[in-house]
């Protein structure tokens, strides 16, 4: 389904319960523009920072305001680190999103990792833990310190969903670490090429070091809350740096086990839909049980006279994607047996 409505003209059997933001890779620093690893895609990296405030101005005058931001991961670029500018790039885009009138919920992705450690981060404004849910008496659905994941209600029976996409990962982490040792162990026996960053010959292109994956403790937890979401009919919106299903995604750029989050995610009925950053290119499909797979356009590689976020308007039997600049606008009908019934 690749369907292009305007929710502003649309005839709608019943209103919208409420609204929320997306945006992605913003990747910003204080650098004359360059290309992507390939060459072939142009990147605007002070332009970036331009487009945040354009996208923050646009949410902030919508006559019903969202009712948050989702901020799809890399916040600022890698280049950062070796200008040694990150708090300084990070403290610009952090002061651009103090004038959002709403909360913003971070993700994290590879770039925060080239920047920060996951301690710092842990401690800095990118960690929006303290807005998460605590469902009383469902101690399995509090997440563990181990991993940066949480869930939410930002409207009563939807739940979103903040995954850490690099909690597998030799990004971010102590090389001294057996989480660490762990995890390149991981990374080797898929990919023997001496450059960890080439995805050349490989059969399963994603794993590469600018990736990473969901632990089995994470995954665990996800089911945990995907249960009580099942059981209370509620409706799930999932969010991750990474892309985990292949048709809506540059292979190279999946989560390392992308098959076992989409094993957890189809054994229940609540996901209507997952939203992901890090291809920069966009991407849409629908997988076989239903879920919508949105892979954002990414703010870095979009042209100073365009722009890259939407808003989703969240009805009870639909949710619809308004697409600004390169973003398309789609729309995510619920599983048919499924619609809410407020
Ligand atoms: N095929 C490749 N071979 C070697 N290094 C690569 C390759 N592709 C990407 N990289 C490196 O991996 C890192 C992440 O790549 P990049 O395209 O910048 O990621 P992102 O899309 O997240 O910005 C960069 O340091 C880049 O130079």
Not at 115 to 132: A, M, P, V
Not at 148 to 158: D, E, L, T
Not at 249 to 262: G, I, K, M, P, T
């Amino acid at each position: 389904m690749d369907e292009k409505s305007n929710p502003g003209t649309l005839s709608e059997s019943s209103e919208c319960l409420f609204s929320f933001g997306v945006i992605a890779d913003i990747q910003y620093a204080d650098l004359d523009d360059g290309y992507n690893f390939q060459g072939s895609r142009r990147r605007y990296y002070r332009q970036s920072l331009l487009h945040l405030q354009d996208a923050i101005e646009e949410w902030n005058k919508e006559s019903s305001r969202p009712c948050c931001v989702l901020q799809l991961g890399d916040v600022i670029d890698g280049y950062n680190a070796q200008y040694k500018a990150s708090e300084k790039a990070l403290e610009l885009v952090l002061n651009t999103f103090e004038t959002l009138k709403v909360p913003v919920h971070h993700t994290w992705g590879n770039h925060e990792f080239y920047n920060f450690s996951r301690d710092y981060l842990t401690c800095s404004k990118l960690n929006t833990k303290s807005l998460e849910d605590r469902i009383v008496h469902h101690p399995e659905t509090v997440p563990s310190e181990s991993y940066y994941a949480y869930h939410f209600v930002p409207f009563p029976k939807f739940r979103f969903i903040l995954l850490d996409a690099y909690d597998l990962s030799v990004l971010g982490v102590d090389e001294s670490s057996p989480k660490y040792q762990q995890c390149m162990k991981i990374l080797r026996e898929h990919n023997p090429n001496t450059e960890l960053n080439s995805s050349q010959g490989l059969s399963e292109p994603q794993f590469v070091q600018f990736n990473g994956g969901f632990s089995q403790e994470q995954l665990t937890w996800l089911n945990e809350v995907l249960t009580f979401s099942d059981t209370n009919q509620e409706k799930v919106v999932i969010v991750s740096h990474l892309p985990i299903y292949p048709e809506a995604s540059d292979s190279v750029c999946l989560a390392w086990n992308y098959r076992d989050a989409l094993t957890v995610i189809w054994s229940h009925q609540c996901v209507v839909c997952f939203f992901a950053g890090h291809t920069h290119d966009g991407g849409y499909a629908q997988d076989p049980f239903g879920v919508h797979h949105i892979n954002l356009e990414g703010i870095i590689e979009t042209a100073p006279n365009s722009q890259a976020f939407g808003t989703v308007y969240v009805y009870p039997d639909k949710m619809m994607l308004k697409g600004r600049g390169r973003v398309p606008d789609r729309v995510m009908n619920y599983k048919k047996e499924k619609a809410l019934h407020l």
